[in-house]
């Protein structure tokens, strides 16, 4: 069974970085398409980020200030997150799809969830 396990969450001040991973372990493979979500408070769960052999895309609010990476030997994904803002709080989830396919901006497709690590912007 594939199981995804995220961490990097924390405090951190507007304007600053923060660095999350997501560690998967089983049954995997390089070519499932890797995803990152987040929650807001009173807010539904949204696509961030996410990346497969076909390309990689990202929410157009994050654009140019949050990079997501793989490094498929580790069978780890990453998300560099700068510039933060406090609409960027939330929790954030990783998910793997674990389907051959480009990457999905549904929750459905998303088979493994990890349990989401929280971010705190503070001003």
């Known amino acids: 069974q594939v199981h995804v396990v995220e961490s990097g969450g924390g405090v951190v001040q507007v304007g600053g970085s923060l660095r999350l991973s997501c560690a998967a372990s089983g049954p995997t493979s390089s070519r499932f398409p890797m995803a990152w979500f987040r929650r807001a408070p009173g807010k539904e769960r949204e696509f961030v980020a996410g990346?497969?052999?076909?390309?990689?895309y990202y929410l157009n609010s994050v654009k140019g200030r949050f990079t997501t990476s793989r490094d498929n030997a580790k069978n780890t994904l990453y998300l560099e997150m700068n510039s933060l803002k406090p609409e960027d709080a939330a929790i954030y989830y990783c998910?793997?799809?674990?389907?051959?396919?480009?990457?999905?901006?549904?929750?459905?497709?998303?088979?493994?969830w990890g349990q989401g690590t929280q971010v705190t912007v503070s001003s």
């Open positions: 990346t497969s052999v076909t390309g990689t």
């Open positions: 998910a793997l799809d674990t389907h051959d396919r480009p990457v999905a901006r549904e929750e459905i497709a998303y088979g493994v």
